[in-house]
Structures are given as C-alpha cells and as structure tokens.
C-alpha cells in the first residue's frame, strides 16, 4: 500500500499570497497517478488536479500541480477567500487506492 | 448533468447490516466504474470499494473485505454497499463516486454525491 503524507496539518495565510502545499508517497506513483482534492465543510471533494499537473475543466487557474515519483505539489498561486479549505492528495497509480491525510488552509 | 444520490446510511447497532445505494443519472451507468469513498467525522477520506462497468470485478480495502459487497444494476442505474458485521470504527460518511482516467476501476473520482452517514453505536 502506498502511504501519502501530507505535512503539515495545517497551514495559515493571508488572502492574496502564495501557498504550497506538500503530498509524499512512500514508494513511486506509477505514471504519476495523483489527484489533488478541495474539501470546505460540509461538502464532498472537488477534484482539483489529475496526473500530477493536468488541471481539471473550470478549476481556476491560479491552482497548479507539479512533481513526479514520490514528491508533488499543490500551489495556490494568490489565494482567494474561498480557497480555505482542506486540501488531499490521491494516489491511483497502485491498489488500494489511498489518499493522504490532508492540509487545512486557514485564514492568518 | 451527472448526479448521485446516496441513500440507506442510518443508526446501527455493532455487528448489525445495512444497505447502501446510490442513484445515478445523467450519464451512461452501465458504462461506468463505480466506488464508494468513505470518511469518518472529522477525519480524512478513505477508498472502500470499487467495482467495474458490468459488475463482475469488484475490489475492496483491506478493513472491509469479508464484511462489504459492492454490487450494481445497470437495469436500475444503481449501485450498492451491503454492509454486515459492523463495528464503530465504520461510522462514516459514505460517498460514491465515478473513477476516472486511470486503470479498471482505479481513477481519480469526479464527481462525488453528497453521501449518506452510517452511525454505528449501541
């Protein structure tokens, strides 16, 4: 089973900056096979992000996915107020399919 | 547009059953996978379950294998979770959604329905 760490739980910003957010994979993503999620209370997730890099149709596109192997990104270029939300990575390059345990993006 | 709807989560008791389904229109059923996500209450997201187009390959996680069955009927565009000998731990929002773009029924899922809470408690 592949294990992705999402680091840290929680991260803090102001409306308008940049913010990276971290998935590492305990062994490879074959193909790159992840997925980045949005979460706001209440709601199902949103898929974000697909193959790494591939932004899904209508998602904004100050959102961006990079890396490869065991290491990705998700950056928010500017955040904007309805980007506070909880962020998970999804790995489907390998069964069980796994996501990690997720990054809250919350308001300094 | 595509829609699920979950239905059949509720109160249980430890070691009872219940049924889930989940509704699905707005798209050709029959030629889509389908899974179940789950996510305890404040916790994170968890796959439990897949199946593919016709119904005759299913795939389970770990915790619920021997316990769940995932089933559909393409005749009624709909999909299942039996669940038996349940424990607390399977307290959970119970989510389906249609995997994409990846491999069988192993995908990155779009869209999601809004779920249904199974409560599992004496």
């Known amino acids: 089973e592949i294990v992705l760490t999402q680091s840290p739980g929680t991260l803090s910003f102001s409306p308008g900056e940049r913010a990276t957010l971290s998935c590492r994979a305990s062994?490879?993503?074959?193909?790159?096979?992840l997925a980045w999620y949005q979460q706001k209370p209440g709601q199902a997730p949103r898929i974000l992000i697909y193959g790494a890099s591939s932004r899904v149709t209508g998602i904004p596109d100050r959102f961006s996915g990079s890396g490869s192997g065991t290491d990705f990104t998700l950056t928010i270029s500017r955040l904007e107020p309805e980007d506070f939300a909880v962020y998970y990575c999804q790995q489907y390059g390998g069964s069980p399919l796994t996501f990690g345990g997720g990054t809250k993006v919350e308001i300094k | 547009e595509v829609h699920l709807v979950e239905s059949g989560g509720g109160l249980v008791q430890p070691g009872g059953s219940v049924r889930l389904s989940c509704a699905a229109s707005?798209?050709?059923?029959?030629?889509?996978?389908m899974s179940w996500v789950r996510q305890a209450p404040g916790k994170g997201l968890e796959w439990v379950s897949g199946?593919?187009?016709?119904?005759?390959?299913?795939y389970y996680a770990d915790s619920v294998k021997g316990r769940f069955t995932i089933s559909r009927d393409n005749s009624k565009n709909t999909m299942y979770l039996q669940m038996s000998s349940l424990r607390a731990d399977d307290t959970a929002l119970y989510y389906c959604?249609?995997?994409?773009?990846?491999?069988?029924?192993?995908?990155?899922?779009?869209?999601w329905g809004q779920g249904t809470l199974v409560s599992v408690s004496s």
């Open positions: 199946i593919n187009e016709s119904g005759g390959t299913t």
């Open positions: 707005g798209f050709t059923f029959s030629g889509s996978a």
């Open positions: 959604a249609i995997p994409r773009g990846g491999w069988f029924v192993f995908g990155w899922f779009d869209p």
């Open positions: 062994q490879s993503v074959r193909n790159n096979y």
